[in-house]
């Protein structure tokens, strides 16, 4: 696990944060602008994954990359790692192309698309999806699990009312042919939040119905 002197000191990680900060005063990108806390809140929370599987010369998606977040950081650690981050939002995507040209991330592919409106060419083509901030839980199974392989684990992101999203999520990962693997319970320093990543496994393919339109899931979650 990368530590936080190693964050502070790679020079990547840094300018990404400069450059977030410095877009926030024109686009709204994040709440936390305090360089300290962005290093431990975004950057090293976005990275506690990085060692849960090996990753190398796999196919990542970050769903509702938003500013970044965990893709970017996790592509500047994770350089044999491809990495294609889903944004909905034009003004984000711009944003997200500049920092992949400055700073020569080659793994990176900007998406401006929902993940139900992804090509058909995606629908079980990704090894692992992450997911930070996006939704609920019972909603990002739909949004996402259609587009993993069998065998392949998508990874939210949650906060400390993980257990009651998971509970409402019992039918959608029935239905959508997925277990929950295992909850990792992570801290972060100096602050002492606490930090819970789910980590749910495609068993089998899903009937093509899935994913409904994206008014339909939020109406009538599974």
Do not use: W
């Not at 944060?17 to 300290?36: G, Q």
């Not at 793994?107 to 079980?124: C, Y």
């Not at 400390?160 to 693997?181: F, G, P, R, V």
Request: hydrophobic residues 40%; proline residues 3%.
């Amino acid at each position: 696990m990368i530590t936080l002197d190693e964050i502070r000191n790679n020079t990547k990680l840094q300018e990404y944060k400069r450059m977030v900060i410095e877009t926030n005063e024109v686009l709204n990108l994040t709440a936390i602008t305090d360089s300290f806390e962005f290093d431990v809140k975004h950057l090293y929370d976005s990275l506690l994954i990085s060692d849960y599987f090996d990753y190398r010369f796999k196919n990542i998606m970050d769903l509702g990359s938003g500013a970044g977040f965990p893709g970017i950081p996790l592509a500047i650690l994770l350089k044999d790692t491809n990495f294609y981050l889903v944004e909905p939002t034009k003004k984000r995507c711009d944003f997200l192309t500049r920092v992949k040209d400055a700073l020569n991330l080659t793994n990176v592919t900007i998406i401006n698309k929902r993940s139900e409106d992804l090509d058909i060419n995606f629908r079980g083509y990704f090894d692992f999806i992450v997911t930070r901030a996006v939704s609920r839980l019972n909603i990002l199974l739909e949004i996402s699990l259609p587009f993993l392989k069998t065998n392949g684990y998508l990874i939210c992101y949650k906060g400390i009312k993980y257990q009651e999203e998971i509970n409402e999520s019992s039918i959608a990962l029935k239905i959508l042919n997925s277990t929950i693997e295992e909850v990792k319970k992570e801290t972060l320093p100096f602050l002492n939040e606490e930090r819970f990543n789910i980590i749910i496994k495609k068993n089998k393919e899903i009937d093509k119905k899935y994913p409904r339109l994206y008014s339909i899931i939020k109406k009538r979650p599974l």
